[in-house]
């Protein structure tokens, strides 16, 4: 491996193994109350971005530039538009998206600095790291949840729920605590959980775990997503078991494609129904009205007390203005802002960036899709089966952009994918050309 690849690739390990542990980090900044942890992650993206273009100066691949040019013209067109949103709040909302995008540069980047035998192996390494780290997120979570008062005692809180600002959250419902295992709160744990358990089954592609290791991981994803309490994860979970069932009973994508997409297209309209109107909330209701009252019905609130802020058509294609809703860390009071939560990824959308760009990210999504179902044999991390979360049931009840580690797995996962088609391909073409030229 060449030192200019070796660096990255070693520095994008620790992040990610860093990313995994993202709770611990939480908690210290929390106690520590320190500004530099609490922004570890931006801090160290940015700086991996800046070694990334300098090793790879002053050849920038194609695909970079491209994504650095629509970038900056989108983000300063989108902070044009609203330029009636304090700064402060504006930079923090730049600063959840456009890390992302970053960190997609710092990935092909990295990929793009090996060879293909380096590229398996550094495969390799990123999803042991993701199974072992998330097999110990998914003990952590189990233990939480089992032994809650030495729990609690350990980090010296009571039941209640605590963290919010800090960026780490410790939520108890009804006596029950919902476990945030290794991460910041109970959704990113069983999200990983989920995630996990998918790069599990499909990595077998590329690596070869013994059977007793693989049940057990497997079993322990799946507890973990049960005691993570995190119900949107375990819908997950039925959908990709469903989908494997499909494409095992059906082998010919021509015919299992159509299948599963009915599916996915079903979940989707099922979600999109149980946040928009009230009929799947009373029939919940009726079965336990707790959970369908802080699942279902506050959805459908928020939806509509975001959707009510839209008085234009100006803000129904670009928004209300980036920041101007959304809860989560800054407290946007303090510069006249009265916030919604932005609990769903298309309800995040339309609020920061309105319908146009909402309906570009969909299709966005589903061209990734129709993509890997084609390279299905280079998704060694499961991207094909993460984007159907996204996109049939995250869509309405998770916002899939800002949930950390998830976000930046997939984002991972899907890069992964491509660029092992890519590098493959050129590696035959030159095969083939030195082949004649012999």
Known sequence: MLVSGKLPSNLLK?????????????????YFDNPILRLWKEIYIISLFIICLLIALPRIHKVNLLVISMSVIFFCSMATYSRHVDFVVLMYQLKLDLVLVLYFIVVYTTYMLLQYDEINRFTNQLIK???FLSAA???????QSIFTNQYLSLVGLNYGNWGNDAGVRIITVLGELRPPGLQLGFVPTGTLMLLSFI?????RKLLNFKKLP????????????????????????????FIKIIEFLVKKKTFNTPLITILSLSALMFFFVSTHFMTVYKVFAEIHPYYAYNSILIRIQLHYEILDTL????????????????????DKSLYGLNPVPTDSTYIYLVSNYGYIFTFVFTLMLVVLLYKLTNI????????????????AIEFFYNNAIT????????????TSAFIYQKVLLESQIKNEHNIENT
């Open 14 to 30: 620790i992040f990610l193994t860093l990313s995994l542990l993202s709770g611990i980090i939480g908690y210290l900044s929390a």
């Open 129 to 131: 790291l993701v199974v």
């Open 137 to 143: 997120n998914s003990i952590t979570t189990i233990w």
């Open 199 to 203: 790069v599990l089954i499909e990595s």
């Open 214 to 241: 693989f049940l057990v991981l497997g079993s322990l994803f799946i507890l973990g997503i049960y005691f993570s309490t995190y119900k949107t994860a375990l819908f997950g979970l039925i959908l990709y078991v």
């Open 311 to 330: 008085n234009s058509l100006k803000e129904y294609l670009f928004g209300v203005g980036m920041g101007v809703n959304g809860t989560f860390g800054l």
């Open 376 to 391: 299905s044999r280079f998704d060694f991390f499961g991207a094909k089966y993460m984007i159907i979360y996204v996109l």
């Open 403 to 414: 949930s950390f580690p998830s976000n930046i797995l997939i984002i991972t996962a899907t």
